[in-house]
Every structure is written in C-alpha cells, then in structure tokens.
C-alpha cells in the first residue's frame, strides 16, 4: 500500500514536471514580446486558476 502510494505521488510529480517543461518551451518559442504576451494569456485561459492564486506560482 505504501509503495502504491509513493507510485502515485511520483507520476504526479512527473506529470507536473511534464507540463510546466512543455508551457516553458511553448513560451520560449516566443518571436518578440507580444508574441510572448498572447502566449502568456492562451496558457493562462487553458488553465485558469482561482482568483486568490493570482500571486502564487505553481
């Protein structure tokens, strides 16, 4: 059971990781500011977050 539990905590993680490497890549793929900008904001719509975690980072 423990073991199982470490499993998921990990692929979570991994997941994570995946994701946040791909938005990065996404982003630095960016031609000039405003590219960077609407790239910025379509991130930001696919994965709206609440509006108390406008601050934090994720």
């Known amino acids: 059971m423990h073991a199982a539990k470490r499993l998921g905590t990990w692929l979570a993680q991994n997941s994570d990781h995946r994701e946040r490497a791909y938005e990065e890549a996404y982003l630095a793929e960016s031609t000039d ?7 910025m904001r379509e991130l930001a719509r696919a994965n709206p977050q609440p ?4 601050g934090l980072s994720r």
């Not at 500011?33 to 790239?39: A, G, I, P, S």
């Open 51 to 54: 509006s108390w975690m406008s």
């Open 33 to 39: 500011r405003y590219d960077l900008e609407y790239r």
